[in-house]
């Protein structure tokens, strides 16, 4: 299996055990410039099937663009520059929709965001356990992206995220090069606390 070239366990520590994905997957820019087959690409909309939302609505809906295809310049053609510079050796750009409605009435689902940002998650992860990479972007043009891809009104734009086969470091320019640590998190403390806010 491929794996990335930095070993996220080298800078991260979970403070309480879990399983080794949650804190192996992590955001690198550093990919190959590889295709990504079919099968694997199946495989991560797969685990992002399987997750949990509000009246099992699956709100999420992903628009893909595979490398090498008419479509990836459309894609690719959305993302800020900053995110150019690495996603240009991603094997998949993919925009994150929501459906911001119930099918069974019509009416307004409140968590419909939290839960496309569920699937996304499984996806991640699923792509950490197949030694893939999977990075979140905001940095986008949100209404290009509405337009070039025929985004319906009744669904909201979630994030973009790219994957791709693990690269080397070296392979990307500065100032990401020196970007390209796994981060650390807020303890638990800070993020979880019994009873009210305050
Ligand atoms: C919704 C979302 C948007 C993000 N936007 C960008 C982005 O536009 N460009 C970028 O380089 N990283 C982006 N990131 C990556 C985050 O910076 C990264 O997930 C965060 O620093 C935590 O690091 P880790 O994913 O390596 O654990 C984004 C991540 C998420 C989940």
């Not at 070296?170 to 390209?180: K, S």
Request: proline content about 8%; hydrophobic content about 45%.
């Amino acid at each position: 299996m491929l794996v990335s070239s930095i070993d996220a366990h080298q800078h991260r520590h979970a403070d309480h055990p879990v399983h080794d994905l949650f804190v192996r997957r992590w955001s690198p820019r550093a990919m190959s410039g590889q295709p990504l087959t079919e099968d694997e690409i199946h495989r991560l909309f797969e685990a992002a099937r399987w997750a949990p939302s509000s009246f099992n609505e699956q709100p999420w809906r992903f628009l893909y663009a595979r490398r090498d295809t008419p479509a990836w310049p459309v894609f690719f053609d959305l993302l800020m520059d900053a995110n150019k510079v690495w996603c240009a050796r991603a094997g998949l750009l993919v925009l994150v929709l929501s459906r911001k409605t119930f099918s069974h009435n019509n009416k307004p689902n409140p968590v419909h965001i939290f839960d496309a940002g569920s699937a996304w998650v499984s996806l991640a992860l699923q792509a950490t356990e197949m030694g893939l990479v999977a990075h979140g972007m905001a940095g986008f043009d949100w209404n290009k992206a509405r337009t070039a891809l025929a985004v319906p009104d009744d669904f909201d734009l979630c994030a973009m995220f790219a994957v791709g086969r693990p690269g080397q470091v070296e392979d990307l320019p500065e100032p990401v090069r020196a970007r390209e640590v796994p981060s650390g998190r807020k303890p638990i403390a800070e993020i979880a606390r019994e009873g009210p806010f305050k």
